[in-house]
Structure formats: C-alpha cells, structure tokens
C-alpha cells in the first residue's frame, strides 16, 4: 500500500510511485500484470490507476460484505448476539461499498 501525506497529494506522486514500483517487478520478471482492488469509497486511487492504464474489471462486494454473506445463518443465530457489531470492528467498511477491481498490464508501465 502506498499512502501519502495529504500536502503531497495531486502532484502526480503517487502515479510515478506505483509506476516505478510496477516497472522494476515487470523487468525482474516477476510477472506480468497486477490485479488491483480499490474500495469504491478511494476515488484518488481509482483516478492514480486510471491514469495509468488500468482497465477495469468488474465490480465486487467488499471483505466485510462478502464475510457476513457466508456467515449470514450464523450471525442469525441468537447465540451469537451482537456479533455483527462485533465484526465490524474488524471489517469496518460501510455496507453501500463496493470494491472496483483491474487489470493493470505492466508493459504499459515500461513507458
């Protein structure tokens, strides 16, 4: 995760970050493309990989959302009281998020 300091932001950081980053795991041959999930709540990231290329995939449900959809009979259950409050301590994403997902190929990066 590459994260910056409010007063650096929108200066075009970012995007060289990740592009150099990307770069140096293209030419290591590492592998060729990166799939990226980005919360639909991060519109900066969105734009950082937008610029750089990156297609989009498809939308998602986000970790939490997914987590309490497999567990939905469990949470239901009155034996676990309050543990959908509990949860989501740790799952602290609102219940209207989504996660964008896309394919950023790494030749692109080469530029």
């Known amino acids: 995760m590459i994260d910056l300091l409010e007063e650096k932001r929108n200066k075009g950081i970012a995007t060289k970050a990740v592009r150099l ?3 140096q795991i293209y030419l290591d041959g590492i592998t060729d493309f990166f799939l990226i999930r980005i919360s639909s709540l991060n519109s900066h990231s969105k734009h ?3 610029k750089m290329g990156a297609k989009f995939k498809k939308e998602s449900p986000s970790t939490y ?3 309490a959809n497999e567990y939905k009979a469990l949470l239901a259950d009155s034996r676990f009281k ?3 409050e509990k949860l989501k301590k740790y799952f602290p994403e609102p219940d209207e998020e989504v996660v964008y997902e896309y394919i950023l190929n790494l030749e692109k990066c080469n530029e």
Do not use: G
């Open 21 to 23: 980053f990307a770069k």
């Open 48 to 50: 950082v990989f937008e």
């Open 65 to 67: 959302a997914q987590f």
């Open 82 to 84: 309050n543990t959908e």
